[in-house]
């Protein structure tokens, strides 16, 4: 062990530098998140990991320096597609119609890594009559076929330097650069695969580490994501990769972090951003998570001695951790619910609850509904009226 990482001091993946400082540790968190399982067994036997998180005061990134690029294998049981929400729906539609009118996206070369089914692809080949490829290694064509369409083609591969020679004329990439342990060495592999030039872009999304940090999302802290970006950091890793930002957005009421980028130097910005604001809040965060874990712990425990049964509405991310941190009982939480038709009788990893549809808590009956995430609070609150579902509803 080198004399910085005995000082809880790291190297920082996005911009080299050393001197990146430990600020929190989580311990036995599963590997995966967002792969569910065929048996509760199979989902209570599932491989775990350590989260060290680090911040670097140079770029601003933060880091799981305890994060093991050997232990991820995405396949076709990852499932972390949010389409069944139509808030979430209407955000992605919006997305695409920003994107071709900003890029003048007509008849261009569209690639898309990590695309899952291809959604996002087909309203950029309808909009603008695109030639759309998707590459994403948990595709599974044969078994989770997606709607076909004349001008997009989906490869179940990773996308990388071996296909410098397709020259891409645009570029999307959406919450895949936050899994990537070299984020500089694959960006710059993107710079590489690209046409140049004036009309060429990029667009890239990623979750907002300072919406996690304000907020106390700490329910997406995941091993899954071994970055998480401030707008300063996601910033300096395009320019040292070779582009040059166009915008940095926080978008989707904050909680997502965009940056359109191009080859040209022609309108290239700086963030407005304070480094020291991320500074307070690392200082800030191990305290406040403590707390926050403290409160429903003391919730649970009250739960269970009334006998109050609750389900918690989202087996993504959000709600994977939240079980799996909280360790919740399942005497007081037997059950996830989920939109998505995919995780419908599977089973939640780390913890076992079983995932159900909207419509079986007519036979529930819970008396509380933890929503993980306050943006589909209005649409999560619709379906439990149609269902004629009492319960109260608590965003975690």
């Not at 078994?143 to 570029?171: C, K, W």
């Not at 001695?305 to 399942?330: D, E, H």
Request: charged share 25%; hydrophobic share 35%.
């Amino acid at each position: 062990m080198s004399t910085q990482e005995q000082n809880g001091m790291q190297d920082c993946p996005g911009c080299g530098q050393d001197g990146a400082r430990t600020f929190f540790i989580a311990e036995n968190v599963p590997v995966f998140c967002n792969v569910l399982w065929d048996s509760r067994e199979d989902a209570l036997n599932t491989d775990r990991a350590t989260i060290k998180l680090a911040h670097c005061s140079h770029c601003d990134l933060v880091f799981n320096a305890a994060f093991d690029p050997g232990k991820m294998a995405y396949s076709a049981q990852y499932e972390n597609s949010l389409d069944g929400s139509p808030r979430f729906r209407e955000y992605r539609g919006q997305l695409a119609d920003r994107l071709v009118a900003d890029f003048k996206l007509k008849e261009k070369r569209i690639v898309e890594i990590g695309c899952g089914r291809g959604d996002f692809l087909r309203l950029l080949a309808d909009l603008g009559g695109n030639e759309c490829v998707g590459y994403d290694p948990s595709f599974d064509a044969e078994n989770d076929p997606p709607p076909s369409h004349p001008n997009v083609t989906i490869r179940s591969e990773d996308y990388g330097p071996r296909h410098r020679g397709f020259d891409a004329e645009f570029v999307c990439c959406r919450h895949v650069l936050e899994h990537i342990n070299e984020p500089f060495g694959f960006v710059r592999s993107v710079h590489g695969t690209i046409k140049g030039g004036s009309t060429t872009a990029v667009y890239f999304e990623v979750p907002n580490a300072l919406y996690t940090l304000k907020h106390l999302g700490i329910w997406d802290l995941i091993y899954e994501h071994c970055l998480y970006f401030t707008p300063a950091a996601l910033d300096a890793l395009f320019r040292r990769a070779g582009f040059h930002p166009i915008r940095v957005d926080s978008v989707y009421d904050g909680q997502f972090l965009s940056i359109d980028a191009t080859t040209d130097l022609e309108g290239s910005i700086s963030p407005e951003v304070s480094l020291s604001e991320t500074d307070r809040l690392v200082s800030e965060f191990n305290s406040a998570y403590e707390s926050k874990v403290a409160h429903w712990r003391k919730q649970f425990a009250e739960w269970a001695n009334a006998g109050t049964r609750a389900v918690i509405w989202g087996a993504g991310s959000k709600g994977v951790t939240f079980l799996n941190v909280m360790n919740a009982p399942s005497d007081v939480i037997a059950h996830a619910v989920d939109v998505n038709p995919r995780k419908h009788g599977r089973f939640v990893t780390g913890t076992g609850q079983q995932i159900v549809q909207p419509s079986e808590l007519k036979d529930l009956r819970p008396d509380k509904v933890l929503i993980m995430n306050a943006i589909y609070k209005s649409e999560i609150e619709s379906q439990l009226a149609d269902l004629k579902i009492a319960a109260e509803v608590l965003v975690v």
